[in-house]
């Protein structure tokens, strides 16, 4: 997104010139473009996509993609050797998320008053060669339709974690991600949106951005100097994401700014999450964010996520501003509302609250609790999963591990490493569920006083299940390879015979659910309604009572 679009009309005088200059031979080429006779394969009907910098001319099985000759302000294209240079940046660096769309650089020659693409003769322009997608593939379009699930969510999350865990991390500029130039980026958007919609942006979302700046100031800090600040995609919205048999690709990232591509990845994952809140898909982001912490454990990109969806929002409606300069005033302002309501339900007050799972092994609440969260849009803490991670975007092994690994002071620590997990969660404002055992007193105390401390509410959720069936459970999944539980036969005897039932007080915040239904009813809003009730019960609001052990 450029931080400062300038009319045509206030330009200088030397960058009008400089674009009327490019401009000598633009129409001729462009009219070529759009004909069939340029390509040497077949083109049939040629579409032309124009957007602020480039133009795309959909021929055959080919897309092909050229820089205008323009400068907007944020970026010169005025120079032959700038666009040259741009094209060959859009192709490496899409290459690393859609190598399968991104084919190559081509040039388009000039023979006499004739164009054509990739053949002898006068350059006269390059272009971004692309192999043609399904547009209906696109995630908007598969939204739109009422298409768009888990399991494209999943694979988003997949793809884009393995691309944050591998992505470049020395920026070409220390500034980069700073808290400095985080809160410079907020500012200049807020300015600008002021500006535009003649100051009717409401005061109290350029306040939150600037409170919320100087208060996530450590946060940034911490997020930069831990090497978070990585060459990522940097405009990847809905619309820049497609489906491809199972997998999704990730296309027409930010190649133009530095700046704009060389952020802390929970600002690119904020993106698609936003992107899915403006289209009430609340429960697919939660799923994308679900996945996408499952599989890096970055936990700590939690407190700054909500700070960037705002900034994405905004300038999403600063965008719908610009688009609309030509029309009565109050145009802009109604396409930009969607989003500026949407920034004002992420700043309002968040209501947090804690939820702990209660089981033995096989009794489903890791099935069961996956999908609560999406329905919910908390924070789901795997046991099983932070028990094998050493660190953030370190690779999940899931062979078993040593015995010493379950010894009870082993146990405990992990259980002290969830404890901290949980209230960074909380601390960020996200409702947390932890998806343990519990079958302990003394740690469901150390959480229910981890509640107190932070006046949230907490629940017990006690999933449970015929004997014979959490037998055949555990006994499937010692059987399946490349699970992340090591729970065998033996461990379910143990946690049968030593299991410390819940005291009078924590039956008070416990809801129980029988496990023993379709996969499908975990989906369910009917299937969680008791639990749903007591969230939304007035005390649910009030520092719990539950036991300390």
């Given at each position: 997104m ?8 206030q ?5 009008r010139?400089?674009e009327?200059?490019?401009?000598r ?13 340029t390509?040497r ?6 579409r032309?996509i124009?957007t602020h910098?480039?133009?795309v001319y959909l ?12 400068n907007?302000g944020f970026?010169?294209?005025?120079q032959a050797?700038?666009?040259e240079?741009?094209?060959?940046d ?11 769309i ?5 040039s388009i020659?000039?023979?006499g008053?004739s164009?054509r ?10 272009a ?6 399904d ?8 939204q739109?339709r009422?298409?768009?699930g888990?399991?494209e969510?999943?694979?988003?999350a997949g ?11 020395t920026?070409?500029?220390a500034v ?6 985080v809160q410079?980026?907020?500012?200049t958007?807020?300015?600008?949106l002021?500006r535009?919609?003649g ?6 979302i ?8 100087q208060?996530?100031?450590g946060h940034?800090?911490?997020r930069h ?5 990585r060459?990522?995609?940097?405009d990847?919205h809905?619309?820049?994401i497609v ?13 133009f700014?530095?700046?704009?591509r060389?952020i ?7 993106f698609?999450l ?11 982001a939660?799923?994308l964010?679900?996945g996408w912490l499952?599989r890096?454990g970055?936990?700590?990109?939690l407190?700054v996520?909500?700070?960037y969806?705002?900034?994405r929002?905004?300038?999403r409606?600063?965008v ?6 030509d029309?009565?005033?109050d145009?802009?302002l109604?396409r ?6 949407l920034v ?8 947090p609250y804690?939820?702990?799972c ?7 609440k890791s099935?069961a609790?996956?999908?609560l969260v999406?329905?919910v849009g908390?924070?789901r803490l795997?046991?099983?999963i932070e028990?094998k991670r050493g660190r953030?975007?370190a ?5 078993p ?6 010894t ?5 620590r992990?259980?002290?490493?969830l404890?901290?997990?949980a209230q960074?969660?909380?601390l ?5 569920l ?7 007193s003394?740690?469901r105390?150390?959480f ?9 509410p907490v629940f ?13 459970r555990?006994?499937?999944r010692?059987?399946a390879s490349?699970t992340?539980s090591d729970?065998g036969?033996l ?5 049968l015979a030593?299991?410390e039932?819940?005291?009078?007080e ?6 129980s659910?029988?496990t023993?239904?379709p996969l ?7 299937y969680?309604?008791k639990?749903l009730?007591?969230l939304?019960e007035p005390?649910?609001?009030?520092p719990p009572?539950v036991?300390?052990?």
């Amino acid at each position: 997104m450029p931080a400062h679009f300038s009319p045509a009309h206030q330009r200088p005088v030397h960058r009008r010139q400089r674009e009327r200059l490019a401009q000598r031979g633009w129409r001729a080429l462009d009219r070529a473009m759009q004909r069939p006779s340029t390509y040497r394969h077949p083109a049939g009907r040629i579409r032309r996509i124009e957007t602020h910098i480039s133009v795309v001319y959909l021929a055959g099985r080919y897309a092909y993609k050229l820089k205008k000759r323009v400068n907007p302000g944020f970026v010169d294209f005025t120079q032959a050797r700038a666009r040259e240079r741009a094209c060959a940046d859009e192709f490496r660096l899409n290459r690393r998320l859609a190598r399968e769309i991104y084919r190559g650089v081509v040039s388009i020659t000039r023979r006499g008053g004739s164009y054509r693409v990739a053949t002898t003769g006068e350059v006269a322009e390059h272009a971004v060669l692309m192999r043609r997608f399904d547009e209906q593939e696109i995630f908007k379009a598969l939204q739109a339709r009422g298409e768009l699930g888990f399991a494209e969510m999943d694979a988003l999350a997949g793809q884009l974690a393995a691309f944050h865990r591998r992505s470049s991390r020395t920026p070409p500029r220390a500034v980069f991600g700073s808290a400095a130039f985080v809160q410079e980026q907020m500012q200049t958007v807020v300015e600008a949106l002021r500006r535009e919609t003649g100051a009717r942006l409401p005061a109290r979302i350029s306040a939150w951005c600037g409170s919320e700046g100087q208060r996530l100031a450590g946060h940034f800090a911490a997020r930069h100097a831990g090497g978070f600040v990585r060459e990522s995609h940097g405009d990847l919205h809905l619309d820049n994401i497609v489906r491809c048999g199972k997998r999704v690709l990730m296309f027409d990232c930010i190649e133009f700014d530095d700046a704009l591509r060389w952020i802390d990845i929970a600002s690119d994952l904020s993106f698609p999450l936003m992107d899915l809140h403006a289209c009430g898909r609340q429960d697919l982001a939660a799923r994308l964010l679900n996945g996408w912490l499952q599989r890096t454990g970055d936990f700590a990109a939690l407190p700054v996520l909500r700070y960037y969806m705002v900034y994405r929002a905004l300038v999403r409606a600063l965008v719908a501003v610009l688009k609309t300069r030509d029309q009565p005033p109050d145009e802009g302002l109604a396409r930009a509302m969607p989003y500026l309501n949407l920034v004002e339900r992420m700043i309002a007050p968040q209501r947090p609250y804690l939820l702990l799972c209660h089981g033995y092994s096989g009794s489903g609440k890791s099935v069961a609790s996956e999908a609560l969260v999406s329905l919910v849009g908390a924070v789901r803490l795997s046991s099983d999963i932070e028990r094998k991670r050493g660190r953030p975007f370190a690779p999940i092994d899931s062979r078993p591990l040593p015995a010493e690994a379950y010894t009870h002071d082993s146990i405990d620590r992990h259980y002290d490493l969830l404890l901290q997990l949980a209230q960074q969660v909380l601390l960020a404002g996200y409702p947390a569920l932890v998806d343990a055992t519990f079958l302990k007193s003394a740690h469901r105390a150390r959480f229910a006083a981890l509640a107190r401390s932070h006046g949230v509410p907490v629940f017990l959720l006690d999933f449970h299940a015929r004997v014979r069936q959490l037998e055949q459970r555990v006994q499937a999944r010692a059987a399946a390879s490349h699970t992340e539980s090591d729970a065998g036969p033996l461990v379910l005897i143990r946690q049968l015979a030593n299991e410390e039932p819940l005291s009078a007080e924590e039956m008070q915040r416990t809801v129980s659910f029988d496990t023993e239904v379709p996969l499908a009813d975990f989906g369910r809003l009917d299937y969680w309604r008791k639990l749903l009730r007591r969230l939304c019960e007035p005390e649910a609001a009030a520092p719990p009572e539950v036991a300390s052990g």
